[in-house]
């Protein structure tokens, strides 16, 4: 039997700040900060947010095996009413649910109990509200045995969602850095787990959020999945440590070498990606000077399977027009023509194969 979740914060939270997670801070913020500064650099910060949510939404779905391609995905967008593929359809909900919510925040600077729930409702409509019916556990996947039993009783799950909405928005409620105590915040939110179901990819929302609200980043580019698809097993373990044996430290850790991590591997991408631009757009310029238009350009980097009606409303030219620019593309080797179902798409190959790239990194 679990002892009760107690309130934020925590007791005596300034036995967190222990020397190896104060190096870590250091390490942490420094890259941080060049990611920040960096993403201020990029021409249009449009192409790079819509390239990492994707990716974003596609690791973070993966952690719970919804597995998909991202040519599913760049598909998907696209294929409204038509058959689609379940785990596109479930990665493009999550999609929608970060943009929406990192939208709120950055307008109120508040992560509210409402932002929460909305989120959760997008994830999973039809799971979707904070858990009434008792019985949730959270168990081993082979042998079944109960690992943790979270409240049960909805009155308890609102009151302490409702204590770590404060814990999150009030300012005086901790005096902690704001990277240990986004380890904390996630790891209270998994501990609630206020919902039947999208626990999981909430909090870890929830975290991206925290980062913007607190001035760490100004865009939604430095996303934990990846590490954690990475280190799942230690993800699971570390958490339950934390109740077992009170070991916040490791936990800390933990997440705080995944933000620094993911920062450094973020900037490798974002300089990657400006160099692919740049050099794409110097080329354009030179082979189709007829045709070239920073929109367009734009175009191929937003939409990685670009296509006709993409480009006609982007560029703001007629199908015909907008058909032979991509045909000429396509004769310079800027994109590949690619026909699927009755649609023809232009695939920026250079790009598609920089995020493989990017997910094949150890
Ligand atoms: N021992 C544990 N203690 C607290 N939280 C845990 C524990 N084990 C797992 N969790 C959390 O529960 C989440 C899974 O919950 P749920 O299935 O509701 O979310 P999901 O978004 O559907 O799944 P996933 O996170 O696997 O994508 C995990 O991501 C993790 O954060
Ligand atoms: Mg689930």
């Known amino acids: 039997m679990d002892t009760p979740l107690a309130n934020l914060p925590l007791p005596d939270e300034s036995i967190l700040e222990s020397i190896p997670v104060l190096k870590a801070l250091t390490k942490a913020h420094r890259f941080l900060a060049e990611l920040k500064g960096m993403a201020k650099t990029i021409p249009n910060e449009g192409i790079l947010i819509s390239t990492l949510t994707m990716q974003e939404?596609?690791?973070?779905?993966?952690?719970?095996?919804?597995?998909?391609?991202?040519?599913?995905?760049?598909?998907?967008?696209?294929?409204?009413?038509?058959k689609i593929n379940q785990a596109a359809k479930e990665v493009e909900s999550y999609c929608a649910a970060l943009q929406k919510s990192y939208h709120q925040t950055k307008a109120t600077g508040l992560i509210r109990l409402n932002d929460i729930l909305h989120i959760q409702a997008i994830i999973e409509p039809n799971k979707s509200g904070i858990r009434k019916i008792p019985g949730t556990v959270i168990a081993n996947a082979t042998t079944k045995e109960v690992i943790y039993t979270p409240p049960q009783h909805p009155d308890e799950i609102k009151a302490l969602l409702s204590n770590l909405v404060n814990y999150i928005n009030d300012a005086q409620s901790s005096a902690l850095d704001p990277l240990i105590k986004m380890a904390i915040i996630h790891h209270q939110f998994e501990s609630i787990h206020p919902f039947y179901d999208g626990n999981g990819r909430t909090g870890r929302?929830?975290?991206?959020?925290?980062?913007?609200?607190?001035?760490?980043?100004?865009?939604?580019?430095?996303?934990?999945?990846?590490?954690?698809?990475?280190?799942?097993?230690?993800?699971?373990?570390?958490?339950?440590?934390?109740?077992?044996?009170?070991?916040?430290?490791?936990?800390?850790?933990?997440?705080?070498?995944?933000?620094?991590e993911t920062a450094r591997e973020t900037i490798h991408f974002i300089h990657e990606i400006k160099t692919l631009v740049f050099e794409t757009k110097q080329r354009m310029r030179t082979e189709l000077s007829g045709i070239y238009s920073q929109d367009l350009l734009n175009n191929l980097f937003f939409h990685p399977y670009t296509k006709v009606q993409f480009v006609m409303d982007q560029v703001g030219v007629s199908r015909i027009?907008?058909?032979?620019?991509?045909?000429?593309?396509?004769?310079?080797?800027?994109?590949?023509?690619?026909?699927?179902?009755?649609?023809?798409?232009f695939v920026n190959q250079a790009l598609v194969h920089l995020i493989r790239q990017q997910e094949e990194l150890p």
């Open 57 to 82: 939404a596609k690791d973070s779905s993966a952690i719970e095996n919804i597995i998909t391609t991202h040519d599913e995905l760049f598909r998907v967008a696209d294929m409204k009413g038509e």
């Open 205 to 260: 929302i929830i975290n991206i959020l925290h980062l913007v609200k607190n001035g760490l980043l100004d865009l939604p580019i430095l996303y934990l999945s990846r590490y954690i698809v990475r280190t799942k097993s230690e993800y699971y373990h570390l958490l339950q440590t934390v109740r077992d044996q009170n070991d916040w430290e490791n936990w800390v850790l933990y997440i705080i070498k995944g933000i620094e």
């Open 321 to 345: 027009t907008a058909t032979k620019y991509l045909n000429q593309l396509t004769e310079h080797g800027f994109v590949e023509k690619h026909r699927i179902s009755r649609t023809n798409y």
